[in-house]
């Protein structure tokens, strides 16, 4: 079957409150300039070369879902990411972040798939933002075999919130520590047995490693 060829990620639109608020936002706090304004009701930024990665658009007074902030217990947007450099250029974000007053949700943490560095917080309207760096690259010819993770503490942040610059949120924490627990009685009831003398290998080669 055909498929699309995408060659990355281009450009989000967002819908905002304030849209001179989330301008000042995006360029004072997270350092993107600004490509174009139509009037004063649509504004077009950028990080790099193209002329915008991100849009924003005034939501009107009167729309009777003005106040309605993103919700991550529906279907949508959770966050978005930008590229920068090292985890000290990380660092220093936090720094510029808590200068500005900006909520922090969570990081600094590094995450099991893609192994990248993350940073998220929010914006006017409650959306989050991520920073990101050093994640995994694979090119056309580079071998990769796609694996699945197990939903641990480690696959979200190999640091297990040690780095984190906020608490973590507690149902996070106590999803991640009941996931990691789950996965003990199966561990150790396989140390058992392999420690039993009593215990007979198989003669079926294929339960064994």
Known sequence: ????????????????RDIQK???FYTDVLGLKVSDWIGDQMVF??????????????????????DDLPRYSRP????????IDSYEEMER????????????????????PGNN????????????VEVYCEMTQIGERDAHE???WERTIESFDQYRFERFVVPPPPHLVAQKQAQT???????????????????????DPSAHP
């Not at 789950?182 to 047995?193: F, Y």
């Open 1 to 16: 079957m055909n498929s699309l060829r995408p060659k990355r990620l281009g450009h989000m639109v967002l819908m905002v």
């Open 22 to 24: 989330s301008a000042r």
């Open 45 to 66: 930024l950028r990080a790099g070369s193209d002329h915008h990665d991100l849009a924003l658009a005034q939501l009107p007074k009167d729309s009777a879902d003005f």
């Open 76 to 83: 949508g947007l959770e966050h978005f990411s930008y590229l």
């Open 93 to 112: 974000s936090v720094k510029v972040l808590q200068e500005h007053g900006v909520e922090i949700v969570r990081g600094i943490g590094r995450h099991g």
């Open 117 to 128: 560095l993350f940073l998220v917080f929010k914006d006017p309207d409650g959306n989050n």
């Open 146 to 148: 796609p694996q699945v």
């Open 181 to 203: 627990s789950a996965q003990k009685p199966a561990q150790e009831s396989t140390q058992d047995a392999s420690s039993d003398p009593a215990a007979e290998p198989s003669g």
